[in-house]
């Protein structure tokens, strides 16, 4: 075990390090830069200029400014934000407890909604049932979450004469109020993730249930629910946790429209804001959070594989 981690961490370390690599090199590459746009806004001359570059360190070659940055990454320093002059790390933080409140709200929503709908559309294949739930899910995954959550703003609003208050309250300071921000953006990516994840157990339970095992046990005469739910879907666990990293994931990865849309303060709409600012200490201490996010999501993912699975523990 303590091997397997070692690997894994290694691991991590490089991805983060040619993560940073790319984002660090990619924002130098998009023209303009934040110098660019501060002496648009103030007409400054060539002296002006220069003293802006080397006030941000920018007159330096990359493969320094890049050392600098590392170097202080591994000591938990992120620097500053070069229009808040905040520290990057508890502009992160903070943006990261908005982007996980609504990530987790959205992965419960679509596990209890889409799993019990891809059991049932697994075990009733063929059926008026399945058809349904299959109608469900070609909607779920064609729609484009932005028109969804857009259409759910406009139709509450229509509808119900409603829309979510658009200034952001965490769940200790008005609990009310926080639930009524995130409702509309948790439903626009869960039914997405809803009907990822009924597809996806329709196709293991369809599997499972044309095992021999299943046939042996109907042999027996073990009753359906035995069947399907002490059996085939006891099985069908296993690559569900895996299933469910990767959307976890994925949402994580994905807040950026909604956010913006809803005007949350999460990871997603300060990395986009960054990046048109061209704030790169911001962007880079951000994109590095969910590089180790990610690493972290997928090595909790082969541990629990070992809990439920003894055969396969590393």
Known sequence: MAGFLGRRLGAAAIAALLSSLAVFLLMRAVPGDIIGQMLGQTGSDRAAEQALRAFFGLDRPLWAQFAEWVGGAVQGDLGRSWYQGRPVSAMVWDAFLVTLQLAVLTLALATLVGVPLGVVAGIAQGTRIDRAIQTFNLIGLSAPVFWLGLMLLVGTSAALDWSPPFAWSGPHEDLEENIAILVLPVLSLAVLQAAAYSQFVRGLMIEELG??????????????????????LANVMIPLVTFMGLILVQILGGVVVIESLFSLPGLGRLILSAIQGRDYPV????????????????????????????????
């Open 283 to 314: 962007v880079q201490g951000a994109l590095l959070f969910v590089v180790i996010i990610a690493t972290t999501i997928n090595l909790a993912v082969d541990l629990l594989y070992g809990l439920l699975d003894p055969r396969l523990r590393p």
């Open 211 to 232: 095992k021999d095992y299943i046939r042996a046990g109907r042999a027996k005469g073990l009753t359906p629910r035995e069947l399907y739910f002490k059996h085939a």
